[in-house]
């Protein structure tokens, strides 16, 4: 183990230690950044320091120079998070309470009625592999996923939540979609209201999540389900899904770059006509670079995404700061949600890692549509009044 990759776990471990003595909640948004953003700094440089054969894909950009480059501004956002939570939590804290919830059994009706359409739906129409053709069924199919997912946190707090937590897993098995299975497993887990003391007596729960995460990601794969597999999924995960940001830096060392204005821009573009334009600065960079032969494939060429791509080409080296600001809007936002929404929201935060910023606005805009919806329908069907179990 080198210096880089000590002081990178070393700030990880003072983030969970501050979170034990802050939060002693398992489930909240600094240990979801904790998980998966060590996993994609630390198995893409594990990767390169130690010359790991598990990747035969050619990746010119995947070196150790640009690995610790993005370890050390990891390490800056730890440092950032450990002073903010050192000098109040409230500024990655969530409220996350009970209230009386009228209409509650039509919400379940509602969940069973829906139910054996969306898994029909995600099994004649799963989530299309990276390349592969996106239909109509495809966008109704993740619609389907979506409600189920509302209406599993709207629920999360009744004494079905076991039975729905397990008929919500069968559908994201079926359909291979891990963004939703996280969704779906970390809605659960706060509904447990797990702790860091009460954790050994979760650990079969864990066990389970875990194989089924390994089974989802392996069979997605076609790789072959074995023991000596088993760090496999999260190699791949850190090291496809993070390989944006070495072409970033790639192209940032050629000097191509974007202006912090051109990144609300360009958001606001995708956001205002996105069937009708998909460029702006970062479009028009990478075609400049593949003209020049500066990037040999387009940016993330085998899909995922990690934050750090994006805001290295806008910000530079001030990503780090700006990523704890999206942070904590992100998590204050959840604070002004209705009561049910707050579990999918909270349990959502990991897509602040790996999803755009586009990607993460259409998702939080799409769970109020819901909502909205399923309100609307809960209030024209259902009992006037209906005390919460």
Same mark, same amino acid.
């Given at each position: 183990?080198?210096?880089?990759?000590?002081?990178?776990?070393?700030?990880?471990?003072?983030?969970?230690?501050?979170?034990?003595?802050?939060?002693?909640?398992?489930?909240? *948004?600094?240990?979801?950044?904790?998980? +998966?953003?060590?996993?994609?700094?630390?198995?893409?440089?594990?990767?390169?320091?130690?010359?790991?054969?598990?990747?035969?894909?050619?990746?010119?950009? $995947?070196?150790?120079?640009?690995?610790?480059?993005?370890?050390?501004?990891?390490?800056?956002? @730890?440092?950032?998070?450990?002073?903010?939570?050192?000098?109040?939590?409230?500024?990655?804290?969530?409220?996350?309470?009970?209230?009386?919830?009228?209409?509650?059994?039509?919400?379940?009706?509602?969940?069973?009625?829906?139910?054996?359409?969306?898994?029909?739906?995600?099994?004649?129409?799963?989530?299309?592999?990276?390349?592969?053709?996106?239909?109509?069924?495809?966008?109704?199919?993740?619609?389907?996923?979506?409600?189920?997912?509302?209406?599993?946190?709207?629920?999360?707090?009744?004494?079905?939540?076991?039975?729905?937590?397990?008929?919500?897993?069968?559908?994201?098995?079926?359909?291979? &979609?891990?963004?939703?299975?996280?969704? &779906?497993?970390?809605?659960? $887990?706060?509904?447990?209201?797990?702790?860091?003391?009460?954790?050994?007596?979760?650990?079969?729960?864990?066990?389970?999540?875990?194989?089924?995460?390994? #089974?989802?990601?392996?069979?997605?794969?076609?790789?072959?389900?074995?023991?000596? #597999?088993?760090?496999?999924?999260?190699?791949?995960?850190?090291?496809?899904?993070?390989?944006?940001?070495?072409?970033?830096?790639?192209?940032? &060392? @050629?000097?191509?770059?974007?202006?912090?204005?051109?990144?609300?821009?360009?958001? &606001?573009?995708?956001?205002?006509?996105?069937?009708?334009?998909?460029?702006?600065?970062?479009?028009?960079?990478?075609?400049?670079?593949?003209?020049?032969?500066?990037?040999?494939?387009?940016?993330?060429?085998?899909?995922?995404?990690? +934050?750090?791509?994006?805001?290295?080409?806008?910000?530079?080296?001030?990503?780090?700061? +700006?990523?704890?600001?999206?942070?904590?809007?992100?998590?204050?936002?959840?604070?002004?949600? *209705?009561?049910?929404?707050?579990?999918?929201?909270?349990?959502?935060?990991?897509?602040?890692?790996?999803? *755009?910023?586009?990607?993460?606005?259409?998702?939080?805009?799409?769970?109020?549509?819901?909502?909205?919806?399923?309100?609307?329908?809960?209030?024209?069907?259902?009992?006037?009044?209906?005390?919460?179990?």
């Amino acid at each position: 183990m080198d210096d880089i990759m000590l002081m990178v776990i070393v700030s990880y471990l003072a983030l969970i230690l501050i979170s034990i003595f802050r939060d002693s909640r398992l489930i909240t *948004p600094l240990n979801i950044y904790i998980v +998966f953003s060590s996993i994609y700094v630390l198995f893409p440089y594990y990767y390169l320091l130690n010359d790991v054969q598990l990747v035969s894909i050619d990746l010119p950009h $995947l070196n150790i120079q640009y690995s610790k480059i993005i370890s050390y501004t990891v390490v800056v956002i @730890n440092v950032l998070f450990l002073v903010l939570q050192c000098m109040s939590p409230k500024f990655l804290n969530y409220r996350l309470g009970h209230r009386p919830l009228s209409n509650r059994k039509i919400y379940l009706y509602l969940f069973i009625f829906s139910y054996p359409f969306v898994l029909s739906l995600v099994y004649f129409y799963s989530w299309p592999e990276f390349g592969e053709g996106f239909s109509r069924w495809h966008s109704f199919s993740a619609f389907g996923k979506l409600l189920l997912l509302v209406l599993f946190s709207i629920l999360s707090y009744s004494k079905y939540k076991h039975v729905l937590f397990i008929m919500v897993l069968v559908v994201c098995v079926v359909d291979s &979609a891990r963004t939703h299975l996280f969704i &779906a497993i970390f809605i659960y $887990l706060l509904s447990l209201e797990i702790t860091f003391r009460s954790c050994l007596k979760y650990l079969p729960h864990f066990s389970l999540m875990i194989f089924i995460f390994l #089974y989802v990601t392996l069979s997605r794969n076609s790789v072959e389900i074995r023991l000596e #597999y088993f760090f496999w999924p999260f190699f791949s995960e850190g090291i496809f899904g993070s390989y944006g940001v070495y072409q970033t830096l790639e192209l940032i &060392a @050629n000097d191509y770059s974007c202006s912090p204005l051109d990144y609300f821009l360009d958001n &606001a573009l995708l956001v205002v006509y996105k069937f009708f334009h998909n460029g702006g600065c970062v479009l028009s960079v990478v075609d400049d670079s593949l003209y020049y032969n500066i990037l040999n494939n387009k940016l993330y060429p085998f899909g995922g995404h990690f +934050f750090l791509s994006e805001l290295y080409l806008y910000f530079g080296f001030g990503a780090a700061l +700006f990523f704890c600001i999206i942070k904590i809007s992100y998590v204050r936002f959840s604070r002004l949600v *209705p009561y049910e929404l707050v579990p999918i929201y909270i349990s959502s935060t990991f897509l602040i890692i790996k999803s *755009p910023l586009f990607v993460l606005l259409k998702f939080i805009l799409s769970i109020f549509v819901i909502y909205l919806i399923v309100s609307f329908v809960a209030k024209i069907f259902g009992p006037k009044e209906s005390k919460y179990e």
